[in-house]
């Protein structure tokens, strides 16, 4: 449990996860158990079994959040062929001027 909530609250590594258990988190207080007695192999072993079960469990989650909102699933298409850059991205050295679809002249690209 500690791995999963460490992951989502603060994603980092197995070891980085312990770390904001053991300094930052009172999740050991509601489990009746100790983050910081936990063996490295143990939380490397959690993490295998659930990227083993990662799909099921992303789908379990999907289907349980849609049914908590009472959505239905979407799927919204972004236009990425002509991003440019405004407040202090137009000082940035990959940003160059090229072809704006929108013919904007004040903005660079990413090109």
């Not at 490397?44 to 908590?68: C, G, K, M, N, P």
């Amino acid at each position: 449990m500690g791995s999963i909530i460490g992951r989502l609250a603060q994603p980092g590594s197995e070891r980085a996860t312990k770390r904001w258990l053991d300094h930052n988190s009172g999740l050991d207080a509601f489990v009746g158990g100790s983050y910081e007695a936990m063996g490295s192999m143990h939380r490397y072993r959690a993490s295998d079994l659930l990227v083993r079960h990662q799909s099921a469990i992303e789908q379990h989650l999907f289907t349980q959040a849609l049914d908590l909102f009472a959505a239905r699933p979407t799927v919204t298409l972004f236009d990425l062929t002509n991003p440019f850059l405004e407040g202090t991205g137009a000082n940035i050295a990959q940003a160059k001027r090229g072809h704006s679809k929108e013919r904007r002249r004040d903005c660079p690209l990413w090109t």
